[in-house]
């Protein structure tokens, strides 16, 4: 088992509860290919989230909504204003490591797929909010 995939399995518990090794998506787009990597162990392959874990982005406000809320969401942690509160047993990481390029590809999958049709999101936009930041 590779490194990841190990991760992968200390997070969800089990290779089937995250759909499968992100290893197995080599062949499909960067978005898709980044969000199987770094989001879908705690959002899952199809977006739904785990109830009381972690919440669903298919149809979720926040992904829908404005871009800057939920590019500030990733890259530092900042509460977007549609993010409903509830008691869950997750925490989300920060994702500021990941670089505009890769935020912009993933944000973009997410905003495209599980039934979301939102515009894509550039890495201009996410850069602009890195150094509004800074
Ligand atoms: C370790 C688990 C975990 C990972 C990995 C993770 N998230 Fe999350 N995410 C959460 C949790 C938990 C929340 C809810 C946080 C809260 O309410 O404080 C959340 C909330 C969100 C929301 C807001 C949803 C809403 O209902 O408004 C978005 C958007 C989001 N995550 C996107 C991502 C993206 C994109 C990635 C990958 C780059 C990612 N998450 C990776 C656990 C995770």
Same mark, same amino acid.
């Given at each position: 088992m590779t490194g990841r995939g190990l991760a992968t399995l200390l997070l969800c518990g089990s290779l089937t509860a995250c759909g499968g090794a992100p290893d197995s998506t080599a062949a499909t787009?960067?978005?898709? %290919?980044?969000?199987?990597?770094?989001?879908?162990?705690?959002?899952? %392959?199809?977006? %739904?989230?785990i109830e009381g874990v972690q919440p669903a982005l298919a149809g979720a406000p926040t992904v829908a909504g404005d871009l800057q809320p939920l590019i500030r969401w990733v890259l530092f942690g900042e509460r977007p204003p549609a993010l409903v509160s509830q008691r869950r047993a997750s925490v989300m990481p920060v994702f500021g490591w990941l670089s505009d390029d890769e935020v912009a590809a993933i944000l973009t999958h997410v905003r495209g797929a599980f039934g979301n049709g939102s515009t894509p999101v550039t890495a201009a936009m996410v850069g602009a909010e890195r150094r509004l930041r800074h």
């Open positions: 787009a960067p978005g898709e %290919r980044l969000y199987a990597l770094h989001c879908s162990a705690c959002h899952q %392959r199809d977006g %739904r989230g």
